[in-house]
């Protein structure tokens, strides 16, 4: 079956901009999770979510949003960027999220901001 | 909020010698996970840890959960070219509320 699938791989966006991220989940997964990954930081949890409503949210500012359709596909959005975002963005999807479940995850949008 | 903390950060070998890396986390975790992300990668799932002293095997890895539930090791016997990456640990803690919180890694790096 087809993994989790992120558009665009890459992305290079400037200053000040907004930028929207996508990721379909595996078929039949209803959880999708965001994270962000940078050298220094690692992978940093955004938020998560489940049958359309936000389940958790990391300690991230309030320029990061995200929204999940029927479909369970999901977009996050940055607005004002800075060049601090720059970073992978990996969206993971799970059967049903939370405790008990392994994600799947996308092989990531890398945002560049200059 | 849920720390994880993950040693060593960089572990060299030689292809053939054992590797283990560490997960500790700072409050009780429900269950740890584990992900390998090879170089320019993603993440992805190995295992998942749920009960108190709980040890699995998948081949030449050895997975292990602490009894109080705040610490893990993998261990890999006889490393292999193949087991290049970087080994993540994650878990959730108070009813997940802070989602799936991931250690910093473990990056190995395998001499021939």
């Known amino acids: 079956k087809a993994g989790v699938t992120q558009t665009p791989r890459y992305l290079i966006k400037t200053r000040g901009q907004q930028v929207t991220l996508s990721c379909s989940p595996i078929?039949?997964?209803?959880?999708v999770s965001w994270y962000q990954q940078t050298p220094g930081q690692g992978l940093q949890f955004l938020f998560e979510?489940?049958?359309?409503?936000?389940?958790n949210k990391g300690n991230f500012p309030g320029r990061f949003s995200g929204r999940q359709f029927s479909n369970s596909r999901s977009e996050m959005n940055v607005s004002t960027l800075e060049l601090g975002d720059s970073a992978l963005y990996l969206c993971a999807s799970s059967l049903a999220g939370g405790e008990g479940y392994g994600y799947t995850f996308g092989s990531g949008t890398r945002l560049t901001v200059v | 909020g849920q720390q994880v903390m993950q040693i060593p950060q960089y572990q060299h070998v030689q292809e053939g010698e054992d590797f283990t890396t560490y997960c500790n986390s700072s409050?009780?975790?429900?269950?740890i996970q584990w992900y390998k992300q090879r170089p320019g990668g993603h993440p992805v799932f190995l295992i998942q840890?749920?009960?108190?002293?709980e040890v699995k095997k998948q081949k030449r890895l050895t997975f292990q959960f602490g009894e109080a539930k705040k610490n893990s090791s993998l261990h890999i016997t006889a490393t292999q070219t193949t087991d290049v990456g970087t080994y993540f640990c994650a878990g959730y803690s108070g009813g997940g509320a802070d989602g799936l919180t991931f250690g910093k890694g473990t990056h190995l790096i395998i001499q021939p």
């Open positions: 840890l749920v009960k108190s002293g």
């Open positions: 078929s039949g997964h209803r959880s």
């Open positions: 979510y489940f049958s359309e409503t936000q389940r």
């Open positions: 409050t009780t975790l429900s269950n």
